[in-house]
């Protein structure tokens, strides 16, 4: 079996109007223990500012039409580019990250290891950051507990194989949920893997909007969702004008 450094790896980072976050991102990303080959940070703002952060944190900065799932995918065709032909390596891996995040030290070793142990993607555990709190930590359980259930989103640090992905749907260029049919797909190829590493997920949204108040709402979103109602209406009560 080939070492997980025969693993190279992509990061994919939808941006829009977020230069505090990704500035902490991209410095927390290059401290990472094996950093990963490519960061490409996909602007949905096509904001200068931005673009002088990327090159100052060896990111590539990517314009694009503002929405997730449209920014994403315009990242992943990057990424192919990007990466090139596999020319014998164990596999190439996508990760899809937010710039809100903090993934752990070891997170890309834990990736290149898991992937070279035959996994077709998988995801990290959800942390909250700032001071713990027991709303946080009943919050941190709810969410391991829809994990576990099959519901993984995009705040959790998802990869996935190169492979995998051009075998599977890829991402819905929607607003919200655009991580579905991938999820749906890795799953069904039963080497969709729970990383014991957390990511820490800035608060300051859940503190902006109050705690039960964004989980309920989200949880309003996925049931619609699920019933059929098409994201981009349901990207409008998310984001009411």
Not at 33 to 42: K, Q, S
Not at 62 to 71: D, E, M, S
Not at 137 to 147: G, K, N, P, V
Not at 224 to 238: D, F, K, N
Request: aromatic share 8%; with cysteine.
């Amino acid at each position: 079996m080939a070492p997980p450094e025969a693993v190279r790896l992509a990061v994919i980072v939808p941006a829009w109007r977020d230069d505090e976050e990704l500035l902490g991102f991209l410095a927390c990303l290059g401290r990472l223990d094996a950093p990963p080959e490519h960061v490409i940070v996909v602007d949905g703002a096509a904001s200068e500012l931005t673009a002088d952060i990327c090159r100052q944190g060896d990111a590539h900065w990517l314009p694009c039409a503002p929405g997730r799932g449209a920014q994403l995918s315009a990242g992943v065709l990057a990424a192919q580019q990007a990466l090139g032909e596999t020319r014998g390596r164990v596999a190439d891996a996508l990760w899809f990250l937010h710039t809100d995040c903090r993934p752990h030290p070891r997170s890309a070793c834990a990736i290149r290891e898991a992937v070279t142990h035959g996994a077709a993607g998988g995801y990290f555990r959800f942390r909250f950051g700032g001071s713990p709190g027991p709303l946080k930590t009943l919050l941190e359980r709810c969410i391991a507990l829809r994990c576990r259930m099959g519901m993984v989103y995009g705040d959790q640090g998802i990869f996935v194989t190169r492979a995998d992905y051009e075998a599977s749907p890829g991402l819905d260029r929607q607003p919200l949920f655009e991580e579905a049919p991938l999820v749906r797909h890795l799953k069904g190829t039963g080497r969709f893997v729970a990383l014991k590493l957390p990511i820490i997920v800035s608060p300051r949204r859940w503190e902006r909007d109050g705690f039960l108040r964004r989980t309920l709402q989200n949880r309003s979103l996925a049931l619609g969702y699920l019933l059929g109602i098409p994201a981009s209406r349901l990207a409008r009560w998310y984001h009411p004008i």
